[in-house]
């Protein structure tokens, strides 16, 4: 821990020396032992290895296996579909992967390519990538840091530290030894300046300490670099489908076999049955269908200010129920504001600030003109507290430029961290003012008097506790206060000594990094759907739980929580209170991790949302990463998996709400595609057990699952947006695909399925009985058409089709349409017909299978309108 060593320890652990810096000849040495200072890239996939991670999945190995029988069997067509669904889905994958992973090669990025050191005694410039520990390195305004330096001098010096540390101010910097026994967060390593962040004022003299990966940006860097892969809660679950489908598939031709030689059957036609039905039983055109409806989601959400980097984040974002958010930059506009005054021993909100009332009109006047920042329409530059104070001025219409011309600056005392004032004496007409701005505790010592009822009066003890008290009520909003007192001379010649003495105090400001529009209602609309929200900061506690309390994240100050406080906590407490901490101040990038990895643990889908490089690794580590993509580092955008193209937290509501559409969609398709093909088996294995000849050809189940695997389920997949969904909790990611009302729809209408195509077939056989192709064709109609039919009544578990919308789903209705016109002209072309071994069915057969196709449909209509009653019978 450099910071708690003082500047001789330093100097000699270094072997270097602060006047001097190092020689030529001991940089060489130093540069071959430790390397360059660079962040060091990990070893890109290869092409091949991308595309055979995109295939490394049981369901598609059990496709494979698939399309090989197929062919092996004749049905080259089949085949070739299957093969065009995995080499699909592989690529489409692939593109998404060789377009992630990018977040190494932003922090590559902000290295600097020159800085100043001192070498052989001389100041010289370098490239960034050749400083060695022991170096001592120069800082002036407007300079990154190109390594993690100890101060060992400045003057003044101020850092823009946010994107490392989550500060929203610029860092005072100072030399002092820091004399805590415990670790402190980076943010309160005031001695210390870390690389690739800013000095935005001043300037400063270090020891360089680490360089390269043994940075604070290089520790980052290796949290990024790692392999480690996060599944989705959908891609975790149709894992398991396909192991449980290979599972069934085998079990179906073992039993299937067995029941043959049982029976005696013929093997030959059998095993062709058994394998058409195995192949059958999986449907091929799953992956391809989440793929799709997933692509499908993208798009949409570019639309809303999202832009999608990973397939599967879409659907990750409908099962979180945990939002971790930092506050700079996400929940706040990272841009101080002044939000309340305090004058004329008045304490109000700035927007009762009247220009009319001269004590008013001093204030504002006096902070604008003390003041080094710059302002105009296309540019602001200088420390955001005093750009404030200019906006401020804007914002009442104070000075205008040319107006500035006549208030110029003849003189000056620059702000300094001891005394904590900043002093300008400006031209005011025939006469000039001394304006002073700075801490409150400092500014009320130089004073003599303050400015009450349009007069100057004795500043007396008791209104010096009046003015404490007012910077001590918005201390306690964690407003940054900012006092100022003046006094007016008749020439500029005066002694700078006697500057900063016999003011008349005029008033106080608090300022504040405000909250975005909108985020309040976002949040409430995240706790009404059951989604909690989490502040992760690196700045101060009081400052986060203010915040975090405003926006209804917070409500007690037992809610929040130091990273360093965290770190002590052993896995029980953490285990026992993380439900219950709302805001961590001081975090760390480390903390971030850890606190991810915590709620994780709770078995929660948990979001992290920023914009900081401090941001990256936890973005990665959660469940989904969302990064703001104005304000966000390349670095942030890099470990994301979402970017938001508006930096709006409400945003994120959007993009849970549509994730929650598509996961509903593809577990419709999914539940439509596992029923049919349940039906399918029920059909076939009954047949066989009960001794009846085959009830359908190989032929007719790959036909059946080619019109019902493709359009309805891809329909399916493209389903209107549930108006309701967010009035639901967050789904159980513990729960399985078929949890609940899921696996009882599915196995139940397998089931019906399966009866009803061999009712069909049992019927045809007692009308035909010579005609067992008769019999066939009855069957496999009705397997095709109830099936299709049978999509109406999936699109919701609770309402009517009628209240859906029959026709709010044109791909559907055309998808029904399209499939029973491919069925019919299979039956009525005679070329097809003798492919397919089937007969041409009789206007009687039609009305007969047509209604036997229509049962699924009305039975599960039936059942949600009997379900709707008896919950508005209990209520």
Not at 119 to 125: L, S
Not at 483 to 511: N, R, W
Not at 589 to 598: D, L, S, Y
């Amino acid at each position: 821990m450099w910071y708690k060593k003082s500047i001789e320890e330093i100097t000699k652990e270094f072997a270097t020396d602060v006047i001097n810096g190092l020689t030529s000849e001991e940089a060489s040495v130093r540069i071959k032992k430790y390397g360059e200072n660079k962040l060091i890239e990990k070893k890109k996939k290869s092409i091949l290895k991308l595309l055979l991670e995109q295939v490394n999945d049981v369901l598609i190995y059990i496709l494979v296996a698939a399309a090989v029988v197929s062919a092996a069997l004749g049905e080259i067509s089949d085949a070739i579909i299957i093969m065009v669904v995995v080499v699909l889905n592989a690529v489409i994958g692939l593109i998404q992967e060789s377009k992630a992973e990018k977040a190494l090669d932003s922090l590559k990025k902000l290295s600097v390519p020159k800085a100043l050191v001192k070498r052989n005694g001389e100041v010289i410039e370098i490239s960034s990538e050749n400083i060695v520990v022991g170096d001592i390195i120069i800082l002036d305004a407007g300079k990154y840091v190109p390594c993690d330096l100890r101060l060992v001098e400045t003057g003044n010096l101020k850092i823009e530290e946010s994107a490392l540390t989550g500060e929203s101010v610029p860092s005072d910097k100072y030399v002092e030894d820091i004399l805590e026994d415990q670790d402190i967060a980076l943010g309160d390593q005031k001695n210390m300046a870390f690389m690739s962040t800013l000095a935005t004022y001043g300037r400063g003299i270090g020891v360089a300490v680490a360089t390269g990966m043994n940075t604070e940006i290089g520790k980052i860097a290796k949290m990024l670099d790692n392999d480690e892969k996060n599944l989705t809660p959908l891609q975790r679950k149709l894992g398991q489908l396909g192991k449980m489908l290979g599972f069934v598939v085998i079990i179906i031709c073992v039993l299937m076999f067995i029941t043959s030689l049982i029976q005696k059957r013929d093997l030959f036609e059998m095993f062709l049955t058994a394998i058409s039905l195995a192949v059958a039983a999986i449907p091929e055109g799953l992956p391809a269908m989440v793929t799709i409806v997933l692509a499908v989601g993208v798009q949409r959400m570019i639309g809303k200010n999202a832009i999608i980097r990973k397939l599967p984040a879409i659907e990750t974002l409908g099962s979180v129920n945990i939002i971790c958010s930092d506050k700079t930059g996400t929940l706040t506009q990272n841009k101080m504001t002044v939000t309340k005054f305090y004058a004329d021993n008045i304490l109000n909100n700035i927007s009762a600030v009247d220009l009319k009332n001269n004590i008013h009109k001093e204030l504002v006047e006096n902070m604008v003109l003390c003041n080094d920042a710059t302002y105009s329409e296309s540019s602001k530059t200088g420390d955001p507290t005093e750009i404030a104070l200019l906006e401020m001025g804007v914002k009442f219409n104070v000075f205008k430029s040319d107006e500035n011309k006549e208030h110029s600056r003849v003189n000056e005392i620059p702000f300094d961290s001891d005394r904590k004032l900043m002093t300008t004496l400006n031209k005011y007409g025939n006469k000039y003012r001394i304006i002073t701005k700075g801490a409150v505790d400092n500014l009320i010592k130089i004073c003599e008097n303050i400015y009450l009822k349009g007069e100057a009066v004795p500043f007396t003890e008791e209104l010096k506790s009046n003015v404490l008290n007012a910077a001590n009520s918005m201390s306690n909003e964690a407003l940054r206060v900012l006092s100022v007192a003046f006094k007016v001379i008749d020439s500029p010649k005066i002694q700078i000594d006697s500057m900063e003495s016999g003011l008349t105090f005029v008033g106080l400001v608090g300022m504040i990094d405000p909250p975005r529009e909108n985020v309040k209602k976002s949040i409430d609309e995240c706790k009404k759907s059951g989604i909690g929200v989490v502040m992760i900061t690196g700045d101060h506690k009081n400052t986060a739980f203010a915040i975090a309390k405003e926006l209804g994240i917070a409500d007690h100050e037992s809610q929040a929580i130091l990273g360093a406080e965290f770190d002590k906590l052993s896995e029980k407490d953490i285990h026992d209170r993380i439900d219950n901490l709302k805001v961590f101040a001081r975090v760390s990038p480390e903390h971030k991790v850890n606190i991810v990895k915590a709620l994780k643990k709770k078995g929660n889908i948990v979001s992290m949302t920023g914009d900081g490089v401090n941001d990256a690794p936890s973005l990665k580590t959660a469940d989904i990463g969302v990064a703001m993509g104005i304000t966000g580092t390349d670095v942030a955008k890099g470990a994301a998996d979402m970017v938001l193209t508006d930096d709006n937290f409400s945003t994120i509501v959007e993009a849970v709400k549509q994730g929650r559409n598509i996961y509903n969609n593809i577990r419709k398709s999914i539940v439509f595609l596992l029923s049919c093909n349940i039906g399918e088996i029920i059909a076939l294995f009954m047949a066989i057990v009960l001794g009846w000849p085959t009830i359908l050809r190989p032929i007719h189940l790959l036909w059946v699952n080619l019109i019902t695997d493709s359009l309805p389920a891809l329909a399916l997949g493209v389903d209107p947006d549930d108006p309701d969904i967010m009035k639901e909790k967050p789904r159980d990611p513990r729960k399985g695909l078929f949890s609940g009302k899921s696996g009882v729809f599915l196995v139940v209408n397998g089931i019906l399925i399966g009866v009803l195509t061999l009712a069909a077939f049992y019927i045809g056989t007692k009308l035909y009985a010579n005609s067992l192709i008769h019999a066939q064709t009855m069957a496999f109609v009705v397997l095709s058409v109830s099936q299709l039919f049978y999509t109406l009544s999936i699109r919701h578990h609770e309402k009517s089709m009628f209240e859906v919308g029959i026709f709010s789903n044109k791909y559907l209705i055309g998808a029904i349409v399209v499939g029973i016109i491919m069925q019919s002209i299979v039956i009525t072309v005679p070329f097809l017909s003798s492919v397919f071994k089937v007969f041409k069915l009789t206007i009687n057969d039609w009305i007969f299978v047509l209604a036997l196709s229509l049962v699924p449909l009305l039975v599960n209509e039936i059942i949600k309108l009997a379900y709707r009653k008896s919950v508005r019978n209990i209520a």
